[in-house]
């Protein structure tokens, strides 16, 4: 692989990483942090979404008139975000987990890390790249979302994916870290583990 | 590309086939996976219902999968009917039929309407009759399952759910145990317009902390608005019923069995 794609890949992980460092999708990292199954289906939802509509926007990206770019990115993203409800809302294993997330799954269309990976990467490179970028912004995204839910699930709820971790040691969950602030608080406290690790990103 | 891709009739054209191919993909892939999504609806409306009864927790339900939940449901299943808000019983409802969220809504209307109402009574065969109640929480619909014990306004047993309510707060009447169960054992008071009451600031208790049997319970703290919505919710719905429990709870002593 060579050193570019690897980077194309790599970046949102942690250098480029669209949370903590491009500050994009906060809402939804906010509202469906509290168990760890939520998050783990939605940043999956992100991640086939985000890839997908960059693969057919890149192959698509030099028939695009340009005046409706936006609209024609707009389109083919809510198209991917509707098969992926539909999709999840079909399967009994799904049902549950899709209900729980309620609007943030259809509010994927809202996530400025989509769209603004399309406009930034997919319209003007190749088809392959273009869907390991979307893959990996996907995958940032649901990696911070999977260290929050990790906290909340486990203060909030005493548990993990379900099962039982603290209660049996008589921990009373904290109900404050399953409310949104607190997921805000920690997502600040990630960005400051970031910033003191990766000095470059610190303003002078 | 030697075509102008900015020409007004390119521009056209190409935004009326994407728009056309996208809304025919989605048409299909709805059409397709229908019957699926209105499966998993269905068995989720029964275990909730089968959940206020009190027959399994809706973990469990959950668990058994779709066609376990149906089947339990055929089996414990005594009868069901629509009635109005008169108490008078309209139709039949069949086996394979539910009142999904969607439905309560339509009936949530006619009731406020005063007119037309056509809202469902589910007696199971143990005689625990399960009617539902819907309404506006804070951000979205709140709807849920109340089950009274055979010929009698004692509640047995609660499911609410909510469509976007609050995680931590207003979601507590789905995800909490703790405030269901504070039905259990509560007695409805259909003389009233104000037939159930949860209380802000806390419902009377007892000198050993136990909750007063009466038609009130502890409003969730925190979530007055989600609150209120139950409350509303529950005295429109269960007043709608208020004709029908009082036919049935005079015709049929309390004591009888079956």
């Known amino acids: 692989m060579d050193a570019k794609l690897k980077e194309t890949i790599l970046n949102p992980i942690f250098k480029g990483n669209p949370i903590t460092v491009l500050v994009l999708g906060i809402c939804s990292s906010l509202a469906v942090t509290v168990t760890m199954k939520g998050a783990l289906v939605m940043a999956l939802s992100v991640i086939v979404v985000c890839g997908i509509s960059s693969l057919i926007l890149s192959l698509l990206r030099n028939t695009i008139p340009s005046r409706v770019r936006i609209i024609v990115q707009l389109v083919v993203v809510a198209m991917m975000v509707i098969l992926v409800d539909q999709i999840l809302k079909s399967f009994e294993a799904t049902y549950a987990i899709d209900k729980q997330l309620s609007v943030y799954i259809g509010l994927i269309i809202t996530n400025c890390i989509v769209m603004g990976r399309i406009e930034a990467f997919a319209l003007g490179n190749k088809p392959w790249p273009s869907f390991l970028d979307g893959v990996a912004n996907g995958a940032g995204y649901g990696m911070i979302l999977l260290i929050v839910a990790f906290f909340r699930e486990l203060l909030g709820s005493g548990t993990l994916f379900g099962f039982d971790v603290l209660n049996w040691l008589g921990y009373t969950p904290n109900n404050l870290v399953i409310l949104p602030p607190f997921a805000l608080i920690l997502l600040g406290c990630i960005v400051w583990v970031q910033r003191s690790i990766q000095k470059d990103l610190q303003e002078k | 590309m030697d075509m102008n891709t900015n020409s007004n009739t390119y521009t056209i054209i190409y935004t009326t086939i994407i728009v056309t191919l996208v809304a025919a993909i989605l048409a299909f892939v709805s059409q397709s996976l229908k019957a699926k999504q209105e499966a998993n609806e269905k068995a989720d409306t029964i275990s909730q219902m089968m959940t206020a009864a009190q027959f399994a927790t809706k973990a469990d339900l959950q668990k058994m999968g779709n066609t376990a939940v149906l089947a339990k449901y055929a089996e414990e299943i005594g009868e069901a009917f629509t009635v109005g808000t008169d108490g008078k019983k309209i139709s039949d409802i069949k086996l394979d039929e539910v009142f999904s969220p969607k439905k309560l809504k339509a009936q949530n209307y006619n009731i406020k309407g005063g007119s037309g109402a056509e809202i469902p009574v ?89 909750s007063v049997i009466d038609n009130k319970i502890d409003a969730i703290t925190g979530a007055t608005m989600t609150s209120n919505g139950l409350d509303a919710a529950i005295d429109t719905w269960l007043g709608a019923y208020a004709a029908y429990f009082k036919g049935v709870n005079n015709v049929e002593p309390k004591t009888e069995e079956d």
Do not use: C
């Open chain 2, 122 to 210: 589910f007696i199971f065969k143990n005689g625990v009759t399960v009617v539902p109640v819907y309404g506006a929480g804070l951000w979205g619909p709140v709807w849920g399952y109340i089950a009274f014990e055979p010929s009698s306004n004692t509640i047995k047993g609660a499911y609410f759910d909510h469509e976007s309510e609050t995680a931590g707060l207003g979601a507590k009447i789905k995800d909490d145990p703790e405030f269901q169960a504070e039905f259990n054992g509560e007695n409805a008071d259909f003389s009233t317009a104000n037939v159930f009451d949860i209380v802000k600031g806390g419902a009377p208790r007892n000198a050993d902390g136990t």
